[in-house]
């Protein structure tokens, strides 16, 4: 079975003081790995889709790393406007697995 | 990407009623979920909304308390019948346009009392 698991659950930072979130994942056959944004009292926003071991992309202060085994999201330098719960999901044979979340607060 | 709306944003209903959910796209789109959000936790599949077919539900949901309808490639519905406390989360619609990103609506709040 498809596993996500996300750490820490909650996070917080001062202004400019970067971190990285970690998604930890078993699939059977990635199709994709993904990271999504969500605002209390709203819908998941989509950051990123990562596909092979090694893959990099970015965002102004956000950058996703992905590994065989693993995402990390990278926060740099940021701003209490990226404070926010960030998903991370997979996507096997089916359908997308979600993690729990980690809720990041960015301290002014 | 996609457009989605959803509605109603929120609603408070009795117990033992049902509330329909409605989710429009504004495009044709090959493939639309349903997922539930309770308190605090993360995204649970409720099922694959098939156009001109019945649903596929995920393990735990079952057609009669979760109906849904996909009447063409742009719009959905939910309904969750005879409710109770217990169905009080957000939920939401789903839509994979073509790649394989899945982009959300905004959420029904729905509280039960």
Redesign the interface.
């Known amino acids: 079975e498809d596993q996500v698991t996300q750490s820490p659950e909650a996070l917080r930072l001062q202004e400019g003081e970067s971190s990285s979130l970690n998604c930890s994942y078993t699939v059977s056959g990635l199709?994709?790995l993904?990271w999504?944004r969500q605002d209390p009292?709203?819908?998941?926003?989509?950051l990123f889709?990562l596909y092979s071991a090694g893959e990099e992309k970015e965002k102004e202060r956000l950058k996703a790393t992905l590994t065989k085994k693993e995402s990390f999201l990278h926060i740099t330098a940021p701003k209490p406007e990226d404070s926010a719960t960030y998903?991370c999901?997979v996507?096997g044979a089916q359908?997308?697995v979600?993690?729990?979340?980690t809720r990041l607060t960015i301290n002014p | 990407?996609a457009v989605?709306s959803?509605k109603p944003s929120r609603d408070i209903c009795q117990r033992g009623t049902s509330l329909t959910i409605q989710c429009q796209v504004d495009s044709q789109v090959t493939m639309m979920?349903w997922y539930r959000q309770q308190p605090g936790?993360?995204?649970?599949?409720i099922a694959?909304a098939n156009q001109g077919s019945e649903a596929t539900y995920?393990s735990g949901f079952v057609i009669d308390k979760f109906p849904i309808s996909r009447p063409n490639l742009t719009f959905s519905t939910l309904t969750v019948s005879n409710m109770s406390p217990e169905d009080s989360s957000i939920y939401?619609c789903s839509v994979v346009d073509g790649?394989?990103?899945?982009?959300?609506?905004?959420?029904t709040?729905l509280t039960v009392v």
């Open positions: 199709r994709g993904f999504y009292g709203k819908g998941p926003e989509f889709t998903l999901a996507r359908k997308l979600f993690g729990q979340g | 990407s989605i959803q979920f936790q993360s995204l649970t599949l694959t995920e939401l790649s394989t990103e899945a982009f959300f609506g905004q959420g709040r």
